[in-house]
Nanobody, 123 residues
Framework: QVQLVESGGGLVQAGGSLRLSCAAS????????VGWFRQAPGKEREFVAG????????YYSDSAQGRFTISRDNAKNTVYLQMRSLKPEDTAVYYC????????????????WGQGTQVTVSS
């Protein structure tokens, strides 16, 4: 069973950048598509970005497009989410998750989830 651990969250001012990491243990991350999701207080968990096992297929939400970049290093069993030009509305707990096949923008499509990392963007 794949175990996922997110890291890299923190407090940043609006306009700043953060890079989140999703590291896997107990399995080989390279065989899975990985999605990044986020959940703000009182809101549903929403899709942010997804990447196929080989990195060829990449999807972004409208809010992430142009500001966030998802990438993966299969040799390190890690997927990254580079976030730039952060806004207060990006404040949320960010989760990574895996699934077989292509990435999907639906929470229910993913099988394994990490515990999340908090991102707080101050204005």
């Amino acid at each position: 069973q794949v175990q996922l651990v997110e890291s890299g969250g923190g407090l940043v001012q609006a306009g700043g950048s953060l890079r989140l990491s999703c590291a896997a243990s107990g399995g080989i991350l390279s065989v899975y598509a990985v999605g990044w999701f986020r959940q703000a207080p009182g809101k549903e968990r929403e899709f942010v970005a997804g990447i196929s096992w080989g990195g060829v297929t990449i999807y972004y939400s409208d809010s992430a497009q142009g500001r966030f970049t998802i990438s993966r290093d299969n040799a390190k069993n890690t997927v990254y989410l580079q976030m730039r030009s952060l806004k207060p509305e990006d404040t949320a707990v960010y989760y990574c998750a895996t699934r077989s096949g292509n990435p999907e923008a639906v929470v229910a499509a993913y099988d394994y989830w990490g515990q999340g990392t908090q991102v707080t963007v101050s204005s």
